[in-house]
Antibody, heavy 119, light 109 residues
Framework: QVQLVESGGGVVQPGESLTLSCAASGFIFSIYGMFWVRQAPGKGLEWVAYILFDGSVKYYADSVRGRFTISRDNSKNTLHLQMNSLSPEDAAVYYC????????????WGQGTPVTVSS | EIVLTQSPGTLSLSPGDRATLSCRASQSVRSTYLAWYQQKPGQAPRLLIYGASNRATGISDRFSGSGSGTDFTLTISSLEPEDFAVYYCQHYGTSPPYTFGQGTKLEIK
């Protein structure tokens, strides 16, 4: 079954760190670029980060650059998002998504993992 | 940075109606890099259209995309009950940012 499954979300205090993971199955993970996208409660979608299939290129949204790090382990079919110095503005459901093979659209999404930042 | 503005914010229609959703870009974009997503409550977004007019795998032909330059449209030819959701347009490319519009909520009238 082709799917992405996120994990690692939870409740943290401002300034703390959290690492999210995304387990891929049913497709050849190692040949696709991958994204993280977040959605604050009641709000729209915000792209967070992108990583090339081999990890050699990484892009970040201005809002997270310098605090978040995207990485991948192709041997384990897993995508990660290390989040440091979290603030209440980072509270959201975080989705991982796969790049469409012929395009840069996001053609497969996980179910999301919620992150709450509160003191 | 390109800003995408979707209209209307909310669209109230009945099953069987035709829905027309608009996405306007703040500057001209390559139609190759315009997508539409559907999101239902509590669910992840789902890709409907990419490259402005290409239906994603498994998407009903009731959904169609069109447009170029700064104006793009998602049309749903005859609404089914399961089509009532929030729809987002997105501009993307070979490098970021990968910008989303603010969404249009399609609700049952």
């Amino acid at each position: 079954q082709v799917q992405l499954v996120e994990s690692g979300g939870g409740v943290v205090q401002p300034g703390e760190s959290l690492t999210l993971s995304c387990a891929a199955s049913g497709f050849i993970f190692s040949i696709y670029g991958m994204f993280w996208v977040r959605q604050a409660p009641g709000k729209g979608l915000e792209w967070v980060a992108y990583i090339l299939f081999d990890g050699s290129v990484k892009y970040y949204a201005d809002s997270v650059r310098g605090r978040f790090t995207i990485s991948r382990d192709n041997s384990k079919n897993t995508l990660h998002l290390q989040m440091n110095s979290l603030s209440p503005e980072d509270a959201a459901v975080y989705y991982c998504a796969k790049r469409l093979d012929s395009d840069f659209a996001f053609d497969l999404w996980g179910q999301g993992t919620p992150v709450t930042v509160s003191s | 940075e390109i800003v995408l503005t979707q209209s209307p914010g909310t669209l109230s229609l009945s099953p069987g109606d035709r829905a027309t959703l608009s996405c306007r870009a703040s500057q001209s974009v390559r139609s190759t890099y315009l997508a539409w997503y559907q999101q239902k409550p509590g669910q992840a977004p789902r890709l409907l259209i990419y490259g402005a007019s290409n239906r994603a795998t498994g998407i009903s032909d009731r959904f169609s995309g069109s447009g170029s330059g700064t104006d793009f449209t998602l049309t749903i030819s005859s609404l089914e009950p399961e089509d009532f959701a929030v729809y987002y347009c997105q501009h993307y490319g070979t490098s970021p940012p990968y910008t989303f519009g603010q969404g249009t909520k399609l609700e049952i009238k």
